[in-house]
């Protein structure tokens, strides 16, 4: 027998390293003893492939009830045996062979009860998310300006209907009538005579009489009267608390004739 010399020969001593998968070895002990012979730390690995070390430990354990479903335990392994540069198909193949007997699942079955689990993305992106609340906002936004615009509507309609009426100030005119004496129509009583000034701090009806019967003045009065005649003077007032009177310059206080309000009386000098 002729031994080629250029062939490689195994050493006595050493064992050649196997980098096929044996029939009864399961997939994450395989993917193992190759990170080993690679002299790989499984702390370089996970930073590298960046999958947690507890999914890493769980896949070389073939402890797959530790693991989400088996579509993401295949991922796991091509991801893992790409890293090591082993074929991955093989892997998974022996993987569909022992998951059901380990599991009692299809391979395609999730495992509600995994310890692990795989967070998704949440319905709708961040971008989805604000465009939603952009819109709630701007709905709150159009039905407060329509509030706002009802509200002045009215208040402008309320306004307008205000204008448009004549509003109706009670202006408090003087229905007092003072007597003249003479045909001229003068609103002087005498020449000469007494003079009675009245004083009203609200209206009230006035009743005046002088020594000459004139009647010098009669009605509802709210302004300043200012009368001449002869005393004695014949005075009514209905209201003679809101009357200051006095004659001749001179103030008269009305308490003595006041009787519940009212004040009929005869005034001399």
């Known amino acids: 027998m002729e031994v080629n010399p250029n062939s490689p020969q195994p050493t006595q001593g050493t064992t050649p390293v196997s980098h096929a998968l044996g029939n009864v070895q399961r997939p994450g002990e395989y993917l193992r003893q190759i990170r080993v012979n690679q002299k790989r730390e499984l702390d370089d690995v ?7 070390l507890k ?10 009830t530790a693991l989400p479903e088996a579509t993401f335990i295949k991922g796991y ?47 709708g992106s961040n971008r989805d998310r604000n465009k939603k609340w952009l819109t709630r906002i701007a709905i709150i936004v159009a039905v407060l300006l329509l509030l706002w615009a009802l509200v002045a509507l009215i208040q402008n309609w309320m306004s307008s209907g205000q204008e448009g009426a004549e509003p109706e100030i009670a202006v408090l005119q003087s229905d007092v ?3 003249s004496d003479n045909a001229t129509g003068s609103t002087t009583a005498l020449a000469s ?12 009806s006035v009743h ?54 009212k004040a009929e009386f005869r005034l001399s000098r």
């Open 193 to 204: 005579g007494d003079q009675l000034n009245l004083q009203f701090a609200r209206p009230t």
């Open 46 to 52: 996970s930073k590298d492939l960046k999958i947690p």
């Open 177 to 179: 009538q003072i007597i």
């Open 208 to 261: 005046i009489i002088d020594a000459a019967g004139n009647v010098l003045a009669t009605g509802r009065q709210a302004s300043t009267l200012n009368l001449q005649g002869q005393a004695p003077f014949q005075i009514r007032l209905d209201d003679a608390t809101a009357v200051s009177l006095s004659l001749n310059n001179e103030s008269i206080s009305l308490s003595p004739y006041t009787v519940n309000g």
């Open 55 to 64: 999914t890493l430990m769980a896949l070389e354990q073939d402890e797959y």
């Open 77 to 123: 392994y091509r991801t893992y045996a790409k890293y090591l540069q082993v074929d991955a198909s093989v892997i998974i193949q022996r993987f569909d062979e022992i998951y059901a007997n380990d599991t009692g699942l299809l391979p395609n079955h999730a495992l509600n009860n995994s310890p692990i689990k795989i967070m998704g993305k949440l319905p």
